[in-house]
Protein backbone atom coordinates (compact mmCIF):
# COMPACT_ATOMS: atom_id res chain seq x y z
CA UNK A 1 0.00 0.00 0.00
CA UNK A 2 1.31 3.27 -0.89
CA UNK A 3 2.14 5.86 2.00
CA UNK A 4 1.53 9.19 1.21
CA UNK A 5 1.59 12.64 3.43
CA UNK A 6 1.59 16.33 1.92
CA UNK A 7 2.76 19.12 3.75
CA UNK A 8 1.44 22.61 2.31
CA UNK A 9 1.95 26.27 2.85
CA UNK A 10 5.37 25.32 4.28
CA UNK A 11 8.92 27.50 4.24
CA UNK A 12 10.96 24.34 2.92
CA UNK A 13 14.78 24.84 3.35
CA UNK A 14 16.14 23.17 -0.14
CA UNK A 15 20.10 23.37 -0.79
CA UNK A 16 19.98 26.56 -1.85
CA UNK A 17 16.88 27.88 -1.98
CA UNK A 18 13.87 28.33 0.65
CA UNK A 19 10.91 28.05 -1.02
CA UNK A 20 7.29 28.70 -0.14
CA UNK A 21 6.06 25.75 -1.57
CA UNK A 22 4.42 22.12 -0.60
CA UNK A 23 6.12 18.74 0.13
CA UNK A 24 5.32 15.06 -0.94
CA UNK A 25 6.53 12.23 0.98
CA UNK A 26 5.88 9.00 -0.77
CA UNK A 27 6.99 5.57 0.57
CA UNK A 28 9.44 7.13 3.13
CA UNK A 29 10.89 9.32 0.31
CA UNK A 30 11.05 12.78 -0.98
CA UNK A 31 8.47 12.35 -4.28
CA UNK A 32 7.80 16.17 -5.22
CA UNK A 33 8.71 19.61 -4.14
CA UNK A 34 6.14 22.05 -5.40
CA UNK A 35 5.93 26.38 -5.17
CA UNK A 36 2.85 27.08 -3.44
CA UNK A 37 0.16 26.07 -1.48
CA UNK A 38 -2.00 22.57 -2.04
CA UNK A 39 -5.71 22.35 -1.52
CA UNK A 40 -4.75 18.77 0.09
CA UNK A 41 -2.75 18.05 2.54
CA UNK A 42 -1.59 19.31 6.09
CA UNK A 43 -0.99 22.76 6.44
CA UNK A 44 2.18 23.58 7.64
CA UNK A 45 1.08 27.40 8.51
CA UNK A 46 3.91 28.73 7.40
CA UNK A 47 6.43 26.83 9.48
CA UNK A 48 10.11 25.80 8.42
CA UNK A 49 10.54 22.57 6.67
CA UNK A 50 14.07 21.05 7.10
CA UNK A 51 15.93 17.93 6.42
CA UNK A 52 16.47 15.76 9.61
CA UNK A 53 19.47 16.70 11.34
CA UNK A 54 22.57 14.27 11.15
CA UNK A 55 24.03 14.11 14.25
CA UNK A 56 27.90 12.88 14.31
CA UNK A 57 29.30 13.41 17.54
CA UNK A 58 27.40 12.99 21.10
CA UNK A 59 28.55 11.78 24.17
CA UNK A 60 25.05 12.01 25.25
CA UNK A 61 23.90 8.12 25.86
CA UNK A 62 27.36 8.09 28.19
CA UNK A 63 25.00 10.68 30.38
CA UNK A 64 22.11 8.49 30.55
CA UNK A 65 23.84 5.23 31.19
CA UNK A 66 26.21 6.50 33.79
CA UNK A 67 24.01 9.70 35.47
CA UNK A 68 26.17 9.87 38.46
CA UNK A 69 29.92 8.52 39.48
CA UNK A 70 29.70 4.94 39.69
CA UNK A 71 25.84 5.01 38.22
CA UNK A 72 25.20 2.31 35.69
CA UNK A 73 21.23 2.74 34.45
CA UNK A 74 19.78 -0.07 32.48
CA UNK A 75 20.97 -0.01 28.97
CA UNK A 76 17.49 -0.33 26.86
CA UNK A 77 16.00 2.52 29.42
CA UNK A 78 19.03 4.79 28.61
CA UNK A 79 18.96 4.48 25.31
CA UNK A 80 15.26 5.27 24.82
CA UNK A 81 15.77 7.99 26.52
CA UNK A 82 18.48 9.08 24.61
CA UNK A 83 16.57 8.80 21.62
CA UNK A 84 13.56 10.70 22.97
CA UNK A 85 15.47 13.68 23.47
CA UNK A 86 17.49 13.64 20.15
CA UNK A 87 14.79 13.34 18.34
CA UNK A 88 12.42 15.99 19.86
CA UNK A 89 15.63 18.11 18.93
CA UNK A 90 15.45 17.12 15.29
CA UNK A 91 17.54 15.05 14.65
CA UNK A 92 16.85 11.76 12.65
CA UNK A 93 19.96 10.58 12.21
CA UNK A 94 22.53 10.17 15.12
CA UNK A 95 26.16 8.36 15.64
CA UNK A 96 25.84 7.54 19.57
CA UNK A 97 29.63 7.75 20.41
CA UNK A 98 30.77 4.60 22.44
CA UNK A 99 34.54 5.15 24.48
CA UNK A 100 37.31 2.87 23.82
CA UNK A 101 39.75 2.74 25.93
CA UNK A 102 39.95 2.89 29.78
CA UNK A 103 42.87 4.36 32.52
CA UNK A 104 42.93 5.48 35.56
CA UNK A 105 41.05 8.61 34.24
CA UNK A 106 38.30 6.85 33.84
CA UNK A 107 36.08 4.71 31.34
CA UNK A 108 34.14 1.76 30.58
CA UNK A 109 35.27 -1.70 31.67
CA UNK A 110 35.86 -3.87 28.12
CA UNK A 111 32.84 -5.38 27.51
CA UNK A 112 30.10 -2.36 28.64
CA UNK A 113 30.50 -0.47 25.33
CA UNK A 114 30.27 -3.57 23.08
CA UNK A 115 26.95 -4.75 25.51
CA UNK A 116 25.75 -1.57 24.47
CA UNK A 117 25.92 -1.33 20.89
CA UNK A 118 23.91 -4.58 21.43
CA UNK A 119 21.28 -2.68 22.93
CA UNK A 120 21.21 0.08 20.56
CA UNK A 121 20.89 -2.50 17.80
CA UNK A 122 18.44 -4.82 19.68
CA UNK A 123 16.14 -2.15 20.39
CA UNK A 124 16.33 -0.66 16.52
CA UNK A 125 15.47 -4.04 15.59
CA UNK A 126 12.58 -4.13 18.00
CA UNK A 127 10.83 -0.46 16.81
CA UNK A 128 11.94 0.87 19.76
CA UNK A 129 13.70 4.00 18.48
CA UNK A 130 12.81 6.78 16.45
CA UNK A 131 15.78 8.33 15.45
CA UNK A 132 18.29 5.91 13.76
CA UNK A 133 21.23 5.31 15.45
CA UNK A 134 24.58 4.60 14.25
CA UNK A 135 28.15 4.40 16.05
CA UNK A 136 31.21 6.32 16.47
CA UNK A 137 33.99 4.83 18.11
CA UNK A 138 35.90 7.53 20.45
CA UNK A 139 39.43 5.56 21.04
CA UNK A 140 41.74 7.26 23.14
CA UNK A 141 44.23 6.17 20.97
CA UNK A 142 47.07 6.41 24.60
CA UNK A 143 45.24 4.01 26.43
CA UNK A 144 46.37 0.71 26.81
CA UNK A 145 44.02 -1.27 26.12
CA UNK A 146 42.00 1.04 23.45
CA UNK A 147 42.84 -2.25 20.99
CA UNK A 148 41.15 -4.07 23.36
CA UNK A 149 37.68 -2.27 23.07
CA UNK A 150 38.47 -1.74 19.67
CA UNK A 151 38.49 -5.44 18.63
CA UNK A 152 35.13 -5.87 19.99
CA UNK A 153 33.74 -3.97 16.66
CA UNK A 154 35.37 -5.07 14.12
CA UNK A 155 32.47 -6.90 12.69
CA UNK A 156 30.05 -5.02 13.63
CA UNK A 157 28.09 -3.10 10.90
CA UNK A 158 26.77 -0.28 12.85
CA UNK A 159 29.87 1.22 12.85
CA UNK A 160 30.31 4.25 10.43
CA UNK A 161 33.01 6.19 11.95
CA UNK A 162 35.55 6.39 14.28
CA UNK A 163 37.47 9.12 15.78
CA UNK A 164 41.62 9.33 17.29
CA UNK A 165 41.75 10.86 20.27
CA UNK A 166 44.71 12.14 22.96
CA UNK A 167 43.85 13.70 25.79
CA UNK A 168 47.39 13.83 27.11
CA UNK A 169 48.53 17.26 28.77
CA UNK A 170 50.28 19.83 26.91
CA UNK A 171 48.91 19.34 23.83
CA UNK A 172 45.72 19.30 21.29
CA UNK A 173 42.65 19.91 23.41
CA UNK A 174 45.02 21.33 26.27
CA UNK A 175 47.82 22.85 25.00
CA UNK A 176 48.65 24.95 28.45
CA UNK A 177 48.71 23.57 31.81
CA UNK A 178 46.01 26.25 32.72
CA UNK A 179 43.31 24.28 30.79
CA UNK A 180 44.36 20.89 31.87
CA UNK A 181 44.44 22.04 35.93
CA UNK A 182 40.93 23.65 35.50
CA UNK A 183 39.45 20.35 33.93
CA UNK A 184 41.22 17.92 35.83
CA UNK A 185 43.20 18.98 38.65
CA UNK A 186 40.28 21.06 40.62
CA UNK A 187 37.18 18.61 39.04
CA UNK A 188 39.15 15.89 40.76
CA UNK A 189 40.26 17.63 43.82
CA UNK A 190 43.85 16.25 43.40
CA UNK A 191 46.78 17.76 45.58
CA UNK A 192 49.88 19.63 43.85
CA UNK A 193 51.71 15.94 44.08
CA UNK A 194 48.65 13.76 43.09
CA UNK A 195 48.17 16.14 39.86
CA UNK A 196 51.47 16.34 38.86
CA UNK A 197 52.21 12.33 38.99
CA UNK A 198 48.51 12.22 37.08
CA UNK A 199 50.09 14.21 34.05
CA UNK A 200 53.15 12.25 34.17
CA UNK A 201 51.32 9.00 33.47
CA UNK A 202 49.07 10.92 31.25
CA UNK A 203 52.44 11.95 29.18
CA UNK A 204 54.38 8.58 29.37
CA UNK A 205 51.17 6.52 28.41
CA UNK A 206 50.62 8.89 25.12
CA UNK A 207 54.28 8.57 24.19
CA UNK A 208 53.96 5.10 24.30
CA UNK A 209 51.08 4.06 22.45
CA UNK A 210 49.30 6.87 20.43
CA UNK A 211 51.76 6.16 17.26
CA UNK A 212 51.15 2.37 17.20
CA UNK A 213 47.28 2.49 18.21
CA UNK A 214 46.68 5.58 15.50
CA UNK A 215 48.24 3.76 12.71
CA UNK A 216 46.37 0.49 13.82
CA UNK A 217 42.93 2.08 14.15
CA UNK A 218 43.07 3.67 10.73
CA UNK A 219 44.40 0.87 8.85
CA UNK A 220 41.43 -1.32 10.35
CA UNK A 221 39.06 1.06 9.30
CA UNK A 222 40.46 1.84 5.97
CA UNK A 223 39.81 -1.81 4.98
CA UNK A 224 36.76 -1.48 6.38
CA UNK A 225 35.83 1.80 4.40
CA UNK A 226 34.89 3.20 7.86
CA UNK A 227 35.26 7.17 7.99
CA UNK A 228 38.08 8.22 10.38
CA UNK A 229 38.10 11.71 12.60
CA UNK A 230 40.79 13.34 13.92
CA UNK A 231 40.11 15.31 17.23
CA UNK A 232 41.36 18.56 19.05
CA UNK A 233 44.20 19.21 15.88
CA UNK A 234 46.01 22.75 17.41
CA UNK A 235 49.07 22.03 14.38
CA UNK A 236 50.02 21.88 10.72
CA UNK A 237 51.81 18.89 11.85
CA UNK A 238 48.43 17.78 13.35
CA UNK A 239 47.15 18.65 10.29
CA UNK A 240 49.59 16.61 8.11
CA UNK A 241 49.79 13.40 10.20
CA UNK A 242 45.08 13.76 9.45
CA UNK A 243 46.19 13.86 5.84
CA UNK A 244 48.40 10.85 6.10
CA UNK A 245 45.71 8.89 7.71
CA UNK A 246 42.85 9.94 5.07
CA UNK A 247 40.78 11.69 7.62
CA UNK A 248 37.49 13.20 5.67
CA UNK A 249 36.38 14.69 9.26
CA UNK A 250 38.20 17.31 11.74
CA UNK A 251 36.67 17.67 14.83
CA UNK A 252 37.15 20.19 16.89
CA UNK A 253 40.50 22.18 16.14
CA UNK A 254 41.80 24.08 19.00
CA UNK A 255 43.75 26.78 16.83
CA UNK A 256 43.05 28.98 13.48
CA UNK A 257 45.77 27.86 11.45
CA UNK A 258 44.75 23.93 11.99
CA UNK A 259 40.91 24.85 11.20
CA UNK A 260 42.13 26.41 8.12
CA UNK A 261 44.43 23.95 7.02
CA UNK A 262 41.84 21.10 7.48
CA UNK A 263 39.45 22.78 5.81
CA UNK A 264 41.93 23.67 2.83
CA UNK A 265 42.88 19.87 2.55
CA UNK A 266 39.39 18.41 2.10
CA UNK A 267 38.00 17.85 5.57
CA UNK A 268 35.14 19.21 6.50
CA UNK A 269 35.78 20.71 9.93
CA UNK A 270 33.23 19.92 12.62
CA UNK A 271 32.71 22.44 16.25
CA UNK A 272 29.93 21.87 19.10
CA UNK A 273 27.23 23.88 18.48
CA UNK A 274 27.18 24.44 21.94
CA UNK A 275 29.67 26.35 21.22
CA UNK A 276 27.74 28.80 19.02
CA UNK A 277 24.68 28.73 21.35
CA UNK A 278 27.41 30.37 24.34
CA UNK A 279 29.81 32.04 22.20
CA UNK A 280 32.80 30.28 23.58
CA UNK A 281 34.13 26.60 24.25
CA UNK A 282 33.64 25.36 27.38
CA UNK A 283 37.31 24.26 27.49
CA UNK A 284 38.77 27.67 26.38
CA UNK A 285 39.86 27.13 22.98
CA UNK A 286 38.80 29.02 19.70
CA UNK A 287 35.00 30.05 18.66
CA UNK A 288 33.18 28.37 16.33
CA UNK A 289 31.42 31.53 15.31
CA UNK A 290 35.40 33.23 14.39
CA UNK A 291 35.00 29.91 12.31
CA UNK A 292 31.97 30.48 10.28
CA UNK A 293 33.38 34.35 9.62
CA UNK A 294 36.51 32.72 8.11
CA UNK A 295 33.95 30.58 6.31
CA UNK A 296 36.23 27.02 7.73
CA UNK A 297 33.07 25.64 9.84
CA UNK A 298 31.56 22.85 7.94
CA UNK A 299 29.62 20.63 10.31
CA UNK A 300 28.25 21.27 13.80
CA UNK A 301 27.87 18.91 16.89
CA UNK A 302 25.51 18.70 19.21
CA UNK A 303 28.54 17.34 21.31
CA UNK A 304 26.54 17.15 25.30
CA UNK A 305 23.56 19.24 24.49
CA UNK A 306 21.12 17.49 21.40
CA UNK A 307 18.64 20.54 21.10
CA UNK A 308 21.53 22.88 20.25
CA UNK A 309 22.02 21.29 16.87
CA UNK A 310 18.60 22.68 15.99
CA UNK A 311 19.16 26.26 18.13
CA UNK A 312 23.05 27.08 16.92
CA UNK A 313 22.06 27.52 12.94
CA UNK A 314 19.35 29.72 13.37
CA UNK A 315 21.88 32.12 15.53
CA UNK A 316 23.94 31.85 12.60
CA UNK A 317 21.32 33.28 10.29
CA UNK A 318 20.61 35.97 12.57
CA UNK A 319 24.46 36.99 12.65
CA UNK A 320 24.45 37.02 8.69
CA UNK A 321 24.67 33.45 7.16
CA UNK A 322 22.29 32.28 5.08
CA UNK A 323 20.13 30.27 6.42
CA UNK A 324 20.37 27.50 3.46
CA UNK A 325 24.39 27.66 4.58
CA UNK A 326 23.50 26.70 8.28
CA UNK A 327 21.09 24.56 8.00
CA UNK A 328 23.53 22.14 5.63
CA UNK A 329 26.33 22.11 8.27
CA UNK A 330 23.52 19.93 10.35
CA UNK A 331 21.92 17.62 7.66
CA UNK A 332 23.52 17.73 4.16
CA UNK A 333 27.43 18.13 4.74
CA UNK A 334 27.72 16.07 7.88
CA UNK A 335 25.68 13.26 6.04
CA UNK A 336 28.38 13.53 2.82
CA UNK A 337 31.01 13.71 4.76
CA UNK A 338 30.49 10.26 5.93
CA UNK A 339 28.96 8.62 2.80
CA UNK A 340 25.43 8.56 3.89
CA UNK A 341 24.02 10.09 0.19
CA UNK A 342 20.77 8.86 0.92
CA UNK A 343 19.55 12.09 3.65
CA UNK A 344 20.64 15.21 4.76
CA UNK A 345 18.64 17.27 2.36
CA UNK A 346 15.36 18.39 0.88
CA UNK A 347 15.59 17.25 -2.64
CA UNK A 348 13.73 14.25 -4.55
CA UNK A 349 14.31 10.56 -4.03
CA UNK A 350 15.98 11.43 -1.03
CA UNK A 351 15.31 9.85 2.37
CA UNK A 352 12.14 11.60 3.74
CA UNK A 353 13.65 12.87 7.09
CA UNK A 354 11.70 16.15 7.53
CA UNK A 355 11.57 18.35 10.58
CA UNK A 356 9.17 21.21 10.91
CA UNK A 357 10.24 24.42 12.93
CA UNK A 358 8.25 27.32 13.66
CA UNK A 359 10.59 29.76 14.94
CA UNK A 360 9.07 33.62 15.02
CA UNK A 361 12.17 34.64 17.44
CA UNK A 362 14.86 33.43 19.85
CA UNK A 363 14.85 30.13 20.14
CA UNK A 364 13.02 27.90 17.91
CA UNK A 365 10.50 25.20 18.13
CA UNK A 366 10.40 21.87 16.97
CA UNK A 367 6.61 20.58 16.06
CA UNK A 368 7.14 17.61 14.15
CA UNK A 369 9.50 15.62 12.98
CA UNK A 370 9.21 12.25 10.43
CA UNK A 371 11.86 9.92 9.66
CA UNK A 372 11.26 8.08 6.16
CA UNK A 373 8.16 9.21 5.73
CA UNK A 374 6.69 8.43 9.15
CA UNK A 375 5.35 10.92 11.89
CA UNK A 376 7.85 9.89 14.77
CA UNK A 377 7.95 12.99 16.93
Not at 282 to 292: C, K, T, V, W
Request: aromatic share 6%; proline share 4%.
Amino acid sequence: MTRETVLSNARIVLEDQILDGTLVLRDGLIADISEGPSAAGEDMEGDFLIPGLVELHTDHLEAHYSPRPGVRWGKTAAIQSHDAQVVTSGITTVFDCLRMGSDADGGFEKGEMRAMADAIAEAQNEDRLRAEHLIHLRCEVSTDNVLDHYEEFEKDPLVRLVSLMDHAPGQRQFQTMEQYVLYYQKKRGLSDAEFAEFCKRQQDLSARYAKPHRDAIAASCAARNISVASHDDATLEHVEEAIGYGIRLAEFPTSFEAAKASHGAGMSVLMGAPNIVRGKSHSGNIAARDLAEMGVLDVLSSDYVPFSLMHAPFILADEGMDLTKSIAMVSTTPARTVGLDDRGAIARGLRADIVRVRRPSGVPVVRSVWRQGKRVA
